[in-house]
Protein backbone atom coordinates (compact mmCIF):
# COMPACT_ATOMS: atom_id res chain seq x y z
CA UNK A 1 0.00 0.00 0.00
CA UNK A 2 1.17 3.23 -1.26
CA UNK A 3 2.63 5.79 1.57
CA UNK A 4 0.23 9.52 1.54
CA UNK A 5 2.20 12.63 0.08
CA UNK A 6 0.01 14.85 1.66
CA UNK A 7 0.75 18.32 0.98
CA UNK A 8 -0.01 20.32 4.19
CA UNK A 9 2.99 19.01 6.51
CA UNK A 10 5.38 19.91 3.68
CA UNK A 11 3.01 23.83 3.12
CA UNK A 12 3.62 24.00 7.04
CA UNK A 13 7.52 23.91 6.48
CA UNK A 14 7.55 25.53 3.81
CA UNK A 15 5.55 28.43 5.40
CA UNK A 16 7.82 28.48 8.56
CA UNK A 17 10.87 28.79 6.08
CA UNK A 18 9.28 31.93 4.63
CA UNK A 19 8.51 33.63 7.98
CA UNK A 20 12.16 33.51 8.68
CA UNK A 21 13.03 34.85 5.40
CA UNK A 22 10.42 37.61 5.25
CA UNK A 23 12.44 38.62 8.62
CA UNK A 24 15.66 39.47 7.09
CA UNK A 25 13.89 41.39 4.67
CA UNK A 26 13.46 44.73 5.58
CA UNK A 27 9.64 45.30 4.25
CA UNK A 28 6.91 43.86 4.57
CA UNK A 29 6.36 41.80 1.23
CA UNK A 30 3.19 43.32 -0.24
CA UNK A 31 1.26 40.87 -3.13
CA UNK A 32 -1.09 42.76 -5.39
CA UNK A 33 -4.24 40.48 -6.83
CA UNK A 34 -6.32 41.65 -9.58
CA UNK A 35 -9.40 39.80 -10.55
CA UNK A 36 -11.56 40.73 -13.23
CA UNK A 37 -15.33 39.70 -12.31
CA UNK A 38 -16.24 37.67 -9.71
CA UNK A 39 -15.71 33.82 -11.82
CA UNK A 40 -16.07 30.97 -8.10
CA UNK A 41 -13.04 29.24 -8.92
CA UNK A 42 -11.03 32.47 -8.59
CA UNK A 43 -12.72 34.16 -5.84
CA UNK A 44 -12.29 30.98 -3.91
CA UNK A 45 -8.32 30.75 -5.42
CA UNK A 46 -8.13 34.58 -4.13
CA UNK A 47 -9.55 34.15 -0.55
CA UNK A 48 -6.88 31.47 0.13
CA UNK A 49 -3.91 33.63 -1.19
CA UNK A 50 -5.30 35.87 1.54
CA UNK A 51 -5.48 33.74 3.96
CA UNK A 52 -2.15 32.23 3.59
CA UNK A 53 -0.48 35.71 3.21
CA UNK A 54 -2.13 37.05 6.40
CA UNK A 55 -0.72 33.94 8.35
CA UNK A 56 2.58 34.75 7.04
CA UNK A 57 2.45 38.54 7.56
CA UNK A 58 2.07 39.25 3.58
CA UNK A 59 -0.39 42.36 2.57
CA UNK A 60 -2.24 41.26 -0.01
CA UNK A 61 -4.37 43.87 -2.17
CA UNK A 62 -6.94 43.17 -3.52
CA UNK A 63 -8.02 44.47 -6.56
CA UNK A 64 -11.18 43.80 -7.87
CA UNK A 65 -11.93 44.80 -11.59
CA UNK A 66 -15.18 45.06 -13.83
CA UNK A 67 -15.47 41.47 -16.17
CA UNK A 68 -16.25 44.54 -19.11
CA UNK A 69 -12.79 46.18 -18.18
CA UNK A 70 -11.21 46.61 -21.19
CA UNK A 71 -7.66 45.28 -22.04
CA UNK A 72 -6.12 48.45 -22.78
CA UNK A 73 -7.42 49.58 -19.26
CA UNK A 74 -6.18 46.19 -17.48
CA UNK A 75 -2.56 47.07 -19.35
CA UNK A 76 -2.41 50.65 -18.00
CA UNK A 77 -3.60 49.02 -14.63
CA UNK A 78 -1.03 46.44 -14.43
CA UNK A 79 1.73 49.17 -15.43
CA UNK A 80 0.85 51.11 -12.67
CA UNK A 81 1.59 48.29 -10.66
CA UNK A 82 4.87 47.15 -12.32
CA UNK A 83 6.10 50.62 -11.44
CA UNK A 84 4.75 50.76 -7.72
CA UNK A 85 7.76 50.48 -6.02
CA UNK A 86 5.42 49.51 -2.69
CA UNK A 87 3.89 46.45 -4.72
CA UNK A 88 6.25 43.55 -4.77
CA UNK A 89 4.73 40.73 -6.57
CA UNK A 90 1.79 40.79 -8.61
CA UNK A 91 -0.67 37.95 -9.49
CA UNK A 92 -3.52 37.93 -11.97
CA UNK A 93 -6.56 35.79 -11.33
CA UNK A 94 -7.82 33.23 -13.89
CA UNK A 95 -9.86 32.83 -15.63
CA UNK A 96 -9.94 36.34 -17.23
CA UNK A 97 -12.69 37.55 -19.62
CA UNK A 98 -12.97 36.95 -22.96
CA UNK A 99 -11.83 40.09 -24.32
CA UNK A 100 -8.40 40.00 -22.53
CA UNK A 101 -5.55 37.91 -24.13
CA UNK A 102 -3.99 36.03 -20.95
CA UNK A 103 -0.73 35.72 -23.27
CA UNK A 104 -0.31 39.45 -24.09
CA UNK A 105 -0.83 40.10 -20.38
CA UNK A 106 1.38 37.80 -18.80
CA UNK A 107 4.31 39.42 -20.97
CA UNK A 108 2.99 43.05 -19.62
CA UNK A 109 4.03 42.35 -16.30
CA UNK A 110 7.06 42.95 -14.90
CA UNK A 111 9.22 39.87 -15.00
CA UNK A 112 10.46 41.36 -11.58
CA UNK A 113 7.10 41.09 -9.48
CA UNK A 114 5.85 37.94 -12.27
CA UNK A 115 5.61 35.90 -8.32
CA UNK A 116 3.57 32.63 -10.93
CA UNK A 117 6.35 32.39 -13.25
CA UNK A 118 4.28 33.43 -16.04
CA UNK A 119 6.25 35.73 -18.03
CA UNK A 120 7.99 34.51 -21.14
CA UNK A 121 11.45 35.66 -19.81
CA UNK A 122 11.10 33.86 -16.61
CA UNK A 123 9.66 30.65 -18.26
CA UNK A 124 12.30 31.13 -20.71
CA UNK A 125 14.62 30.70 -17.96
CA UNK A 126 13.37 27.34 -17.17
CA UNK A 127 15.32 26.26 -19.94
CA UNK A 128 18.53 27.17 -18.62
CA UNK A 129 18.06 25.72 -15.18
CA UNK A 130 18.10 27.45 -11.30
CA UNK A 131 15.06 29.56 -12.84
CA UNK A 132 13.61 31.71 -9.41
CA UNK A 133 10.19 32.53 -10.18
CA UNK A 134 8.84 28.91 -11.05
CA UNK A 135 5.30 28.20 -12.14
CA UNK A 136 3.48 27.59 -8.77
CA UNK A 137 1.63 24.40 -9.52
CA UNK A 138 4.64 23.16 -11.09
CA UNK A 139 7.35 23.71 -8.35
CA UNK A 140 4.18 22.25 -5.77
CA UNK A 141 4.58 18.90 -7.99
CA UNK A 142 8.71 18.89 -7.33
CA UNK A 143 8.08 19.90 -3.65
CA UNK A 144 5.93 16.49 -3.33
CA UNK A 145 8.29 14.30 -5.32
CA UNK A 146 11.36 15.71 -3.67
CA UNK A 147 9.17 14.89 -0.11
CA UNK A 148 9.49 10.86 -1.42
CA UNK A 149 13.12 11.18 -0.87
CA UNK A 150 13.21 9.82 -4.42
CA UNK A 151 15.91 9.96 -6.39
CA UNK A 152 15.30 11.24 -9.96
CA UNK A 153 18.82 10.61 -11.74
CA UNK A 154 17.91 8.57 -14.52
CA UNK A 155 14.29 7.39 -14.01
CA UNK A 156 11.23 7.42 -16.28
CA UNK A 157 9.09 10.29 -15.66
CA UNK A 158 5.94 10.88 -17.42
CA UNK A 159 3.70 13.55 -17.73
CA UNK A 160 -0.10 13.43 -18.57
CA UNK A 161 -0.97 17.05 -19.80
CA UNK A 162 0.89 19.75 -21.66
CA UNK A 163 -0.51 22.86 -20.18
CA UNK A 164 1.86 26.08 -20.02
CA UNK A 165 1.41 25.99 -16.02
CA UNK A 166 2.10 22.59 -15.18
CA UNK A 167 3.04 19.62 -17.90
CA UNK A 168 5.07 22.20 -19.99
CA UNK A 169 7.09 23.59 -17.21
CA UNK A 170 7.80 20.54 -15.24
CA UNK A 171 8.86 18.35 -18.10
CA UNK A 172 12.14 21.26 -17.59
CA UNK A 173 12.07 21.32 -13.88
CA UNK A 174 12.51 17.45 -13.79
CA UNK A 175 14.62 17.08 -16.83
CA UNK A 176 16.98 19.57 -14.70
CA UNK A 177 17.09 16.75 -12.10
CA UNK A 178 17.90 14.11 -15.61
CA UNK A 179 14.77 12.29 -15.07
CA UNK A 180 14.38 11.05 -18.94
CA UNK A 181 10.89 12.59 -19.16
CA UNK A 182 8.16 11.94 -21.49
CA UNK A 183 5.00 14.61 -22.13
CA UNK A 184 1.43 13.14 -22.83
CA UNK A 185 -1.89 14.80 -24.28
CA UNK A 186 -4.85 14.50 -26.04
CA UNK A 187 -2.53 12.89 -29.40
CA UNK A 188 -1.11 10.41 -26.91
CA UNK A 189 -4.80 9.49 -26.06
CA UNK A 190 -6.07 9.76 -29.31
CA UNK A 191 -3.36 7.46 -30.69
CA UNK A 192 -4.36 4.78 -27.99
CA UNK A 193 -0.91 4.95 -26.02
CA UNK A 194 -1.55 6.67 -23.10
CA UNK A 195 -1.60 3.37 -21.31
CA UNK A 196 1.71 2.55 -22.65
CA UNK A 197 3.36 5.38 -21.13
CA UNK A 198 1.49 5.40 -17.94
CA UNK A 199 2.97 1.63 -17.41
CA UNK A 200 6.40 2.27 -17.64
CA UNK A 201 6.35 5.40 -15.64
CA UNK A 202 8.14 5.48 -12.59
CA UNK A 203 6.87 8.91 -11.50
CA UNK A 204 3.65 9.48 -13.37
CA UNK A 205 1.99 13.14 -12.83
CA UNK A 206 -1.55 14.18 -13.90
CA UNK A 207 -2.73 16.82 -14.57
CA UNK A 208 -5.92 17.15 -16.92
CA UNK A 209 -8.63 17.45 -15.50
CA UNK A 210 -10.65 14.46 -16.23
CA UNK A 211 -11.69 12.13 -13.58
CA UNK A 212 -10.51 8.31 -13.71
CA UNK A 213 -8.60 8.64 -16.90
CA UNK A 214 -5.44 7.16 -15.58
CA UNK A 215 -6.66 3.73 -14.14
CA UNK A 216 -5.12 1.98 -11.12
CA UNK A 217 -4.15 -1.66 -13.21
CA UNK A 218 -1.46 0.67 -15.32
CA UNK A 219 0.25 2.48 -12.40
CA UNK A 220 3.59 0.64 -12.13
CA UNK A 221 4.16 -1.18 -8.93
CA UNK A 222 6.67 0.84 -6.54
CA UNK A 223 6.28 4.10 -8.29
CA UNK A 224 5.53 7.79 -7.16
CA UNK A 225 2.21 9.54 -8.33
CA UNK A 226 1.21 12.84 -8.25
CA UNK A 227 -2.35 13.50 -9.13
CA UNK A 228 -2.74 17.34 -10.14
CA UNK A 229 -6.47 16.80 -11.43
CA UNK A 230 -9.20 18.72 -9.42
CA UNK A 231 -12.98 17.12 -10.41
CA UNK A 232 -15.76 17.70 -8.84
CA UNK A 233 -17.72 14.30 -9.35
CA UNK A 234 -21.34 14.31 -7.25
CA UNK A 235 -20.32 15.95 -4.07
CA UNK A 236 -17.02 14.79 -4.30
CA UNK A 237 -14.08 16.07 -5.30
CA UNK A 238 -11.30 13.62 -7.05
CA UNK A 239 -8.77 14.17 -9.18
CA UNK A 240 -7.18 11.90 -12.55
CA UNK A 241 -6.41 8.43 -10.87
CA UNK A 242 -8.35 5.90 -9.92
CA UNK A 243 -6.81 6.37 -6.45
CA UNK A 244 -8.41 3.27 -4.57
CA UNK A 245 -6.76 0.71 -7.38
CA UNK A 246 -3.57 2.86 -7.78
CA UNK A 247 -2.59 3.30 -4.11
CA UNK A 248 -2.24 -0.29 -3.98
CA UNK A 249 0.39 -0.64 -6.60
CA UNK A 250 2.78 2.51 -6.00
CA UNK A 251 5.10 3.69 -3.61
CA UNK A 252 3.95 6.98 -2.73
CA UNK A 253 0.41 8.90 -4.03
CA UNK A 254 -0.90 12.24 -3.20
CA UNK A 255 -4.39 12.45 -2.12
CA UNK A 256 -7.21 14.48 -4.07
CA UNK A 257 -7.99 16.60 -2.12
CA UNK A 258 -4.90 17.45 0.18
CA UNK A 259 -1.92 16.87 -2.42
CA UNK A 260 -0.96 19.48 -4.26
CA UNK A 261 -3.80 21.52 -3.61
CA UNK A 262 -2.51 22.75 -0.21
CA UNK A 263 1.01 23.76 -1.64
CA UNK A 264 0.12 25.65 -4.53
CA UNK A 265 -0.60 28.84 -2.69
CA UNK A 266 2.58 28.30 -0.60
CA UNK A 267 4.66 28.24 -3.69
CA UNK A 268 3.26 31.93 -5.38
CA UNK A 269 4.38 33.13 -1.48
CA UNK A 270 7.75 31.70 -1.94
CA UNK A 271 8.23 33.07 -5.43
CA UNK A 272 7.37 36.38 -3.47
CA UNK A 273 10.09 36.47 -0.95
CA UNK A 274 12.55 34.95 -3.69
CA UNK A 275 11.01 37.98 -6.19
CA UNK A 276 11.68 40.32 -3.36
CA UNK A 277 15.23 39.68 -2.84
CA UNK A 278 16.33 39.85 -6.35
CA UNK A 279 14.36 43.56 -6.01
CA UNK A 280 16.67 44.56 -3.30
CA UNK A 281 19.83 43.30 -4.29
CA UNK A 282 18.96 44.68 -7.86
CA UNK A 283 19.88 41.22 -9.43
CA UNK A 284 17.52 40.92 -12.74
CA UNK A 285 15.11 37.97 -11.42
P1 LIG B 1 -5.56 22.50 -19.02
O1 LIG B 1 -6.96 22.27 -19.44
O2 LIG B 1 -4.86 23.77 -19.35
O3 LIG B 1 -4.65 21.31 -19.56
C1 LIG B 1 -5.10 19.99 -19.57
C2 LIG B 1 -4.13 19.16 -20.34
O4 LIG B 1 -4.61 17.81 -20.42
C3 LIG B 1 -3.93 19.62 -21.77
O5 LIG B 1 -2.55 19.54 -22.04
C4 LIG B 1 -4.70 18.60 -22.60
O6 LIG B 1 -4.14 18.37 -23.86
C5 LIG B 1 -4.54 17.36 -21.78
N1 LIG B 1 -5.59 16.39 -22.01
C6 LIG B 1 -6.92 16.60 -22.13
N2 LIG B 1 -7.58 15.43 -22.31
C7 LIG B 1 -6.62 14.46 -22.31
C8 LIG B 1 -6.65 13.07 -22.46
N3 LIG B 1 -7.78 12.41 -22.66
N4 LIG B 1 -5.49 12.39 -22.43
C9 LIG B 1 -4.30 13.03 -22.25
N5 LIG B 1 -4.21 14.37 -22.09
C10 LIG B 1 -5.35 15.07 -22.13
O7 LIG B 1 -5.56 22.25 -17.45
P2 LIG B 1 -4.52 22.69 -16.30
O8 LIG B 1 -3.15 22.23 -16.62
O9 LIG B 1 -4.75 24.10 -15.95
O10 LIG B 1 -5.11 21.81 -15.10
C11 LIG B 1 -5.16 20.40 -15.18
C12 LIG B 1 -5.89 19.88 -13.95
O11 LIG B 1 -5.16 20.25 -12.80
C13 LIG B 1 -7.30 20.44 -13.74
O12 LIG B 1 -8.10 19.44 -13.14
C14 LIG B 1 -7.08 21.57 -12.76
O13 LIG B 1 -8.23 21.83 -11.98
C15 LIG B 1 -5.98 20.99 -11.92
N6 LIG B 1 -5.16 22.00 -11.26
C16 LIG B 1 -4.91 21.83 -9.93
C17 LIG B 1 -4.13 22.72 -9.25
C18 LIG B 1 -3.86 22.49 -7.81
O14 LIG B 1 -3.40 23.39 -7.14
N7 LIG B 1 -4.10 21.29 -7.29
C19 LIG B 1 -3.58 23.90 -9.91
C20 LIG B 1 -3.81 23.94 -11.34
C21 LIG B 1 -4.59 23.03 -11.98
P3 LIG B 1 -4.58 19.27 -25.13
O15 LIG B 1 -4.28 20.69 -24.75
O16 LIG B 1 -3.69 18.76 -26.19
O17 LIG B 1 -6.03 19.03 -25.31
Known amino acids: MAKLLEGKPIAERIKEEIREQALSLRVKPVLASVMMGDDPGAVSYSKSQARVAQELGIEYQPHNLK ?64 SRLIPCTAYAVMELILASGVDLYGKEAVIVGHSEIVGKPLALLLLERFATVTVCHIGTSKAGKLEGHVKRAEILIVAVGCPGLIKGAWVKEGSVVIDVGINRVGDNIVGDVEFTAAEKRAAYITPVPGGVGPLTVVMLMRNLIEAIKSQQSGEYV
Do not use: C, M, R
Request: without cysteine; glycine residues 10%.
Open 67 to 130: ANTTETHLLDFIKKLNTNKSVHGIIIQNPVPAQVDYKKLSSFIDPGKDIEGIHPGNIGKLIFGG
